[in-house]
């Protein structure tokens, strides 16, 4: 893979600012977030442009290309590079024949690109892809849930620093993290998370995804699809996530904060007990 300088893009930067607090002006600086356009190109043919926080790039083209369909397995992908191009970045992948064969036919059906979040999608029935069949989980448990939500915080320096990033980690049972991966995006966070447990080929029967948002449609998908048996979100789940994540078999908690949590798909004895 050939893949640019850590230092090549910096993932946030100072900017001067006027503040009031209690009262009092002061001016001051301020550490923001830096988002830049991701360019994915399968085979040479773009695909989709999307706003990331520049770090993590090949883990997030991966984990996007297995979580949305585009790839079935990450051998399919047989290379990235990466490059600097037009204010952005450009992330180049070489995927397998059927891969690319099966992205074209999406392609074919698709009119052209709107801005509800869903990409590569066109119409109502694109929506929701078939989920695979998931094992019940047997690894979380309240302790592990309130242990990773303890540690999450330390392991945020971007969040800590600008305030505008999302997290997704993997939690092995007792709750210690495994891997965090942090981005302006939830999804890309989530994505970047996939990627490289996929790369690693960690088995997703060993421990549970925790997220710093919301739980939506779209990040049960991408969980579901990468076959983590459970997801835990510190915000709140929609009413469509709640459905996905029953009719899949995945193990859905949300309002997770200190020792407090609630499951609103397939609880387990374990996380109970």
Not at 47 to 57: I, K, R
Not at 211 to 216: C, P
Not at 238 to 256: D, I, K, N, P
């Amino acid at each position: 893979m050939n893949t640019l300088p850590d230092d090549a893009l910096p993932t946030s930067s100072r900017h001067s600012v006027r503040r009031l607090a209690r009262g009092e002006r002061a001016d001051g600086m301020d550490d923001l977030a830096e988002e830049v356009p991701v360019a994915l190109e399968y085979n040479g043919i773009s695909h989709a442009v999307m706003m990331a926080t520049p770090a993590d790039l090949e883990d997030f083209a991966l984990g996007f290309s297995l979580s949305e369909g585009i790839l079935d397995d990450a051998g399919e992908c047989y290379g990235i590079d990466i490059e600097q191009a037009c204010g952005g970045v450009t992330v180049k992948l070489d995927v397998s024949a059927r891969a690319f064969a099966q992205l074209k036919e999406r392609r074919r059906s698709l009119s052209g690109r709107t801005g509800c979040g869903l990409c590569g999608v066109d119409s109502l029935d694109q929506v929701y892809r078939t989920l695979p069949a998931l094992a019940p989980d047997r690894v979380l448990t309240a302790a592990g849930i309130s242990a990773a939500l303890a540690a999450l915080g330390g392991a945020q320096p971007l969040s800590r620093l600008t305030g505008a990033a999302h997290a997704a980690a993997w939690c092995g049972p007792d709750g210690g993290l495994q891997a965090v991966f942090e981005d302006v995006g939830r999804h890309n966070a989530l994505d970047k998370l996939i990627g490289m447990m996929a790369r690693r080929r960690i088995d997703t029967a060993t421990g549970f995804a925790l997220i710093t948002s919301r739980a939506s449609v779209e990040m049960v998908q991408k969980a579901a699809m990468a076959r983590m048996s459970a997801l835990v979100a510190i915000s709140a789940p929609t009413a469509a996530a709640v459905r996905l994540a029953e009719s899949c078999g995945l193990t859905l908690v949300a309002f997770a904060r200190g020792g407090n949590f609630v499951c609103y798909a397939n609880p387990t004895v374990a996380l109970f007990g």
